[in-house]
């Protein structure tokens, strides 16, 4: 059973750059077949996807926060990473790391760690 | 982007009751959409992929249907686990989510 787990410090100050980790068990972040996503939540807000990485290299990102995004993967630890740059307080959310699959062409989230708070905040 | 709408954005129901919650996309999507349920603290589970296949291991009260812009999920009779927060999400672009539908017990 695939499980992912997020990590990271849970406060970060505003201009600085937010990094959190997502560790995969029970799966291979080099497979080709998956694509690795981080998705937030601001509070009593919607969810957001920000981006995701596949095959060991290639990635996507939401063009809403492309410019200050980066995804990357250590396959020998099977991790994979979110950095944030230049954080204020609108991107204070829960973080949620998560696995997409695609089936016959229809690709859906179906493996998601339990979200870590990250607050902006001086 | 494409938006995604929810309705209606929370809901009172009783155990033993049909519910249906609806999801508008703001373009065709054709069957490029998804259904999560979401408790609070826990991660989002996958309950309907490509509108209406039941994801392995999910109850069959749930169902979804819809193509185009328009999709609904129904659970046939609510049970006291499944008063949460309902989220769709389309896959045919960037992705995006609706803002949510809380289910709450009446």
């Known amino acids: 059973q695939v499980q992912l787990q997020e990590s990271g410090p849970g406060l970060v100050k505003p201009s600085e750059t937010l990094s959190l980790t997502c560790i995969v068990s029970?799966?291979?972040?080099?497979?080709?077949?998956?694509?690795w996503n981080w998705i937030r939540q601001p509070p009593g807000k919607g969810l957001e996807w920000i981006g995701y990485m596949h095959d060991r290299g290639s990635t996507n990102y939401n063009p809403s926060l492309k410019s200050r995004v980066a995804i990357s993967v250590d396959t020998s630890k099977n991790e994979f990473f979110l950095k944030l740059s230049s954080v204020t307080a609108a991107d204070t959310a829960v973080y949620y790391c998560?696995?997409?699959?695609?089936?016959?062409?229809?690709?859906?989230?179906?493996?998601w760690g339990q979200g870590t708070l990250v607050t902006v905040s001086s | 982007d494409i938006q995604m709408t929810q309705s209606p954005s929370s809901l009172s129901a009783s155990v033993g009751d049909r519910v249906i919650i609806t999801c508008r996309a703001s373009?065709?999507?054709?069957?490029?959409l998804n259904w999560y349920q979401k408790k609070p603290g826990k991660a989002p589970k996958l309950l309907i992929y490509?509108?209406?296949r039941l994801q392995s291991g999910v109850p069959s009260r749930f169902s979804g249907s819809g193509s185009g812009t328009d999709f609904t999920l129904t659970i046939s009779s609510l049970q006291p686990e499944d008063f949460a927060t309902y989220y769709c999400?389309?896959?045919?672009?960037?992705?995006?989510f609706g803002q949510g539908t809380k289910l709450e017990i009446k």
């Open positions: 373009q065709s999507i054709s069957s490029y």
């Open positions: 998560a696995r997409v699959t695609m089936v016959r062409g229809h690709m859906f989230f179906d493996h």
């Open positions: 029970g799966g291979s972040v080099s497979s080709g077949d998956y694509y």
């Open positions: 490509a509108a209406s």
């Open positions: 999400q389309q896959s045919y672009g960037t992705y995006t």
